[in-house]
């Protein structure tokens, strides 16, 4: 049984570029969410999909950031014109198509960090 | 928005001792979760609580959800060093009967296990 994978684990890149992060759930969970952690805080809830769509976004996420989820399957995350500080762990978690309550659990997976020079 | 205040912030403590940690909330929750993260790595689901009042056992861990649903607790009994890492509380609340949770974490609690 695979976890939530993501891709790249680290990425560099240099203050106004474009970046892409990718996340694919665990298989047959439809709900996926996107998290930005920053050093010594816990995670901060960016947006939320089911299946296709885009249901929450939150006042974190500016109009540089854009999240896909073309087929309800994997995800992408895209942060355009990077600054200083995006600098964070971008982790992304999916949930179950079960019954009550148990789809209020999320698993996490390892995370993207982003560092931006 | 909602804040989550988790206590101690840290812990040193020795191979063997038991460990209390605690998360209160200035807002109701209706789910609580509690994860461990490693360095460089996403949180691990270790208990779900869905009640108030509702005590959860996973091995040497158990939880609690407060009564008031503005707390929970986590203890973990006689430590071992693989229980060193960040402990963090997480709460959702599903305004309208949502089927769908955004997490809002707590700052984490360190524990450092001295063998």
């Known amino acids: 049984d695979t976890g939530v994978s993501q891709d790249p684990r680290h990425k560099i890149t240099k203050r106004g570029q474009n970046v892409t992060f990718r996340c694919d759930p665990i298989?047959?969970?439809?709900?996926l969410y996107w998290y930005r952690q920053t050093l010594g805080q816990g995670p901060e809830f960016l947006t939320y999909f089911q299946n296709e769509a885009q249901l929450e976004k939150s006042r974190l996420l500016s109009d540089r950031f854009s999240a896909e989820r073309p087929k309800g399957s994997f995800s992408t995350l895209e942060i355009q014109r990077t600054e200083q500080g995006d600098s964070a762990m971008y982790l992304c978690?999916?949930?179950?198509?079960?019954?009550?309550?148990?789809?209020?659990?999320?698993?996490f997976g390892p995370g993207t960090r982003l560092t931006v020079t | 928005g909602q804040q989550l205040n988790q206590s101690p912030q840290s812990m040193f403590i020795q191979e063997g001792e038991d460990v209390s940690m605690n998360c209160t909330s200035s807002s109701i929750f209706n789910t609580w979760l509690w994860y461990k993260q490693d360095p460089g790595e996403g949180p691990v689901l270790l208990i779900a609580l869905y009640k108030a009042g509702e005590l959860t056992s996973n091995g040497r861990l158990t939880a609690q959800f407060g009564i008031t649903r503005k707390d929970s607790f986590l203890n973990i009994s006689a430590s071992i060093p693989s229980d060193v890492g960040i402990y963090f509380c997480a709460g959702i609340n599903t305004p309208g009967g949502t089927s769908y949770g955004k997490l809002t974490f707590g700052q984490g609690t360190i524990l450092t296990v001295h063998p």
């Open positions: 978690a999916s949930s179950p198509v079960v019954q009550h309550p148990t789809f209020y659990q999320q698993y």
């Open positions: 298989s047959e969970h439809n709900r």
